[in-house]
């Protein structure tokens, strides 16, 4: 590991690293902290801070030129700040749930997956973590090559993806066994991840260390849901967009596995982004996987209930 690349580039890229890692650490103290006190809210602030800093800095970053200069990266930057503008819109609405997970899905949409895109080859981030000083000759011409020559059954799977994100995002009545449909999915996915990259040390301490946290996280998000069956066994949902995040991240990961292994197969041998691409691939999927899991338990006493 050296910090050279980071040291040599600009001040706009210092500032948005920086940035970028308090908030992940901020963010996840914030989480874990209890909700509605002062020091909650003051933290809240600082972090709503960090990331409209982060966003707005992204802009004048241009390591991936795939539309004259801009990228999805661009992209991500401005769903962030439309999300933390709704955020701060339902705290003030006094829609904390709503509030709540619209958080949870900005941190693991434009922290979490946009974090490990970063140590893609050719960003900063990723000479900075494998000890790449020279930071002449970057490029940027693969991705779109890459792009271009995807096959085309990533699109229906990707079309396929954002509808069931869209279809969690609305309010609704499921069986008991529709609450796991999208942790069925995105555990099919990871798994096939971390096949696609070989189950080696760095790929299996990636995806542990990554689970650790999304237990926690989808632990937290599952049992203050409070869902209560219906008469006939029925569980209303309230819509939420965290689901939409996990799925989109989770494809994400895969393609740029998939780009890994087309435009440089070396990289399946690389630890940095084994264990990178692993780790935010384990957070993913052991969190909608606990939240699933939590809300199926903190349903059990109220169906035990209704049938005395």
Not at 80 to 102: C, D, P
């Amino acid at each position: 590991m050296t910090i050279e690349p980071l040291i040599q580039a600009s001040v706009a890229i210092q500032i948005h690293v920086f940035a970028a890692i308090a908030a992940g650490v901020l963010g996840a103290f914030v989480f874990f902290r209890r909700k509605g006190t002062p020091a909650h809210r003051l933290a809240g602030r600082v972090w709503v801070l960090l990331m409209v800093v982060v966003s707005v800095l992204s802009f004048a970053i241009h390591e991936i030129n795939l539309w004259g200069r801009w990228s999805p990266v661009h992209i991500l930057s401005i769903a962030t700040l439309i999300s933390l503008a709704v955020a701060i819109y339902l705290a003030r609405r006094g829609m904390i749930r709503s509030h709540k997970s619209t958080m949870i899905s900005t941190y693991a949409g434009a922290l979490l997956i946009a974090g490990t895109l970063s140590f893609l080859p050719g960003r900063i981030m990723h000479e900075v973590a494998a000890g790449i000083s020279d930071t002449a000759g970057r490029t940027t011409g693969f991705v779109i090559a890459t792009i271009a020559d995807t096959p085309p059954w990533v699109w229906p799977l990707l079309a396929g993806l954002l509808f069931l994100g869209w279809m969690r995002s609305r309010d609704r009545i499921v069986s008991r066994w529709q609450l796991i449909a999208t942790p069925v999915v995105v555990a099919a996915l990871s798994l096939f991840n971390l096949y696609s990259a070989g189950l080696s040390l760095a790929v299996l301490a990636g995806f542990a260390a990554g689970a650790i946290p999304g237990i926690a996280f989808g632990t937290a998000v599952g049992t203050r849901d409070n869902l209560v069956p219906t008469g006939d066994g029925k569980v209303p949902i309230s819509g939420e967009w965290l689901s939409m995040t996990v799925l989109l991240g989770v494809f994400l990961i895969r393609y740029a596995n998939g780009f890994m292994a087309a435009a440089f197969p070396a990289m399946h041998a690389d630890p940095v982004w084994l264990f990178s691409s692993s780790a935010a691939s384990g957070f993913l999927a052991s969190l909608v996987i606990a939240q699933a899991l939590a809300q199926l338990q903190t349903l059990k006493p109220v169906a035990s209930g209704s049938r005395v």
